[in-house]
């Protein structure tokens, strides 16, 4: 693209002079004359490009491929089945559902036209949008979210989340018309209604038994903003290794601006390292706190932290009075450090081999919750607090495979000794606790927000800190912005801000 100062000076009126002005011997007033038309040209040439600086604005940039990097392969790409992040990023992209949600956890109809909540808060009823196509151009009904829903409630294909979608009545009276009917008010409900929509005529055939089989190597057909346009597999283990996304064109949600997203997986820590390094991929969010505090970063690439919405949550039992909505509130208020809890858990910190200690700040809020929680019947008798003579303790369940969480439970167990509640941290591995968590044996559950469903008779007590995630990517590729990288890790990339640069001064000049 010509710039503006080369259409300047072509079209300037001293191009037929300048021969004139540089025939003949040198003399003083030519050379006065020089020095003030330098002049005059050197402070335009600051004041253009001050000026253009000043008017340089950012536009939509539709195309060009993101090139992303993730640690292990998805055995899924199946809303149903997703329980990584990765498996559960990949599928929110592929598949839509009624609802979706922005980075900041609001959920907007998606496929739904709209929808209405009874004056009792238990009935939902969703319309769905005119003419909704599968990625395959077959017709997408309240027949396919009928039969998702059938799935979502088979405890053999979603043993985390079966026992929530059983207790909803759900019903359709035509095609475009879903109503689901609740046992209480669940304010989560909306967000929920985000599931990924299956086609049920890729799907009705295959048995619960096989279900898992057949979505390992079926290909993924959706509604969502983009398509699975091809799946490159590791010979020796079988498992994915390069997914390649398009843009679906077709969507009736909104059309993302990114033409491709090139996904690789990769073993460990090492290897995405060097294909940050080499240049085989653009960006990562997979990269540990570990290697972060190894790596000798290079200068050709760049870490941004960015909020991810999610919250690392302490869930209760409704029949758990420890931690009702007074005592959370001031718990909440008073006691956790948001802003430092994050760098404390995320960034590596080993918070079991630290005492809890209480400065000076720490010391005056504690003080004031204390005073609040007087005015509300509670006491310290000898170190504990008590309700009356009942002691408060807590037993904090968590699972093993996420070392963030444990860190987490072990901070969240310091913070709450220093007010007198005595608390034990339990962890688990994934088995047992998606059992013990349908049993309901837990009074409390410490577990990142949105990641797992988690049984009815559960509420959100704490909201212990908000999640961070830690973005390395190659400066200025396809113009990436904080915005367009969380979309693309987190929620969905139809929501992407690529960006170039256009220099409005140069239009002035250009005839329309």
Same mark, same amino acid.
């Not at 879903?178 to 599931?195: Q, V, Y």
């Not at 081999?353 to 007087?374: C, F, G, Y």
């Not at 973005?471 to 912005?481: E, L, M, N, Q, S």
């Given at each position: ?11 300037? *009126? ?8 540089l ?9 006065l ?6 002049l ?6 600051? $004041? ?21 990097? =993730?640690?292990?392969?998805p ?5 149903? $089945? ?31 036209? &709209? ?6 808060e ?16 077959t ?39 879903? =109503? ?24 009705? @055939? ?13 290909h ?25 996304? &398009? ?40 990269? @540990?706190?570990?290697?972060f ?13 960015i ?10 039992? @409704? ?5 009702s ?29 630290v ?15 204390l ?23 807590i ?5 093993? @495979?996420?070392?963030?969480? =444990? ?16 608390s ?12 013990? $968590?349908?049993?309901?044996?837990? *009074? ?9 469903? $988690?049984p009815?008779?559960?509420s ?44 409005r ?8």
């Amino acid at each position: 693209m010509s710039s503006f100062f080369s259409f300047f000076f072509t079209h300037s *009126p001293f191009s037929s002079t300048r021969p004139t002005l540089l025939s003949g011997p040198l003399t003083r007033a030519k050379a006065l004359l020089y020095a003030s038309i330098t002049l005059f040209f050197a402070s335009l040439y600051v $004041l253009l490009i001050t000026l253009n600086a000043t008017t340089l604005v950012t536009v939509p940039f539709r195309g060009g491929t993101l090139r992303q990097g =993730i640690i292990g392969a998805p055995r899924f790409i199946n809303p149903v $089945l997703a329980q990584t992040d990765n498996e559960r990023s990949i599928s929110a992209l592929v598949f839509a559902g009624l609802m979706k949600e922005l980075p900041d956890g609001t959920p907007l109809p998606d496929l739904a036209q &709209s929808y209405e909540v009874s004056a009792d808060e238990r009935t939902y009823t969703f319309i769905l949008k005119d003419n909704i196509t599968f990625q395959n151009h077959t017709p997408l009904t309240s027949h396919d979210i009928l039969f998702t829903l059938e799935k979502l409630r088979s405890a053999s294909i979603n043993p985390a989340g079966a026992s929530y979608w059983q207790q909803l009545l759900v019903s359709s009276p035509d095609e475009q018309t879903i =109503i689901f009917t609740l046992p209480a008010p669940d304010s989560t409900f909306l967000s929920r209604a985000s599931f990924g929509i299956l086609p049920h005529a890729q799907w009705e @055939s295959v048995p619960d038994e096989a279900f898992t089989d057949t979505a390992r190597t079926a290909h993924p057909i959706g509604a969502g903003a983009f398509i699975v346009s091809r799946i490159h597999f590791d010979k020796t283990t079988g498992s994915p290794n390069i997914i390649r996304l &398009s843009k679906n064109k077709r969507t009736r949600g909104e059309v993302p601006l990114l033409s491709h997203l090139v996904i690789t997986t990769y073993a460990n820590q090492t290897a995405l390292t060097e294909a940050l390094e080499n240049k085989t991929i653009d960006m990562t969010a997979d990269i @540990s706190a570990e290697t972060f505090e190894r790596w000798d970063i290079p200068k050709t690439l760049q870490v941004r932290t960015i909020p991810t919405g999610r919250a690392v949550v302490l869930y209760r039992l @409704s029949n758990e009075p420890l931690f009702s909505s007074g005592l959370s509130t001031v718990i909440t208020q008073y006691l956790f450090d948001k802003q430092s809890s994050p760098a404390t858990i995320e960034d590596g910190y080993d918070t079991s081999s630290v005492q809890a200690t209480v400065d000076e700040q720490q010391t005056a809020k504690r003080e004031a919750l204390l005073q609040t929680l007087a005015g509300q019947g509670y006491r310290i008798d000898d170190g504990i607090l008590k309700k009356g003579s009942v002691p408060l303790s807590i037993a904090i369940a968590t699972v093993n @495979s996420t070392p963030e969480l =444990i860190a987490a439970a072990r901070q969240l167990s310091q913070e709450l000794a220093t007010i007198g509640i005595v608390s034990e941290v339990q962890v688990f591995d994934l088995g047992t606790f998606q059992e013990k $968590l349908e049993e309901r044996s837990f *009074p409390f559950v410490l577990v990142s927000e949105k990641s797992m469903s $988690l049984p009815s008779g559960y509420s959100k007590a704490v909201a212990v800190y908000e999640q961070m995630q830690n973005i390395v990517a190659r400066p200025f590729v396809g113009g990436i912005t904080t915005d367009s990288l969380r979309s693309v890790r987190l929620v969905s990339a139809s929501a992407d801000t690529w960006h170039v640069a256009t220099d409005r001064i140069w239009k002035w000049f250009i005839k329309k």
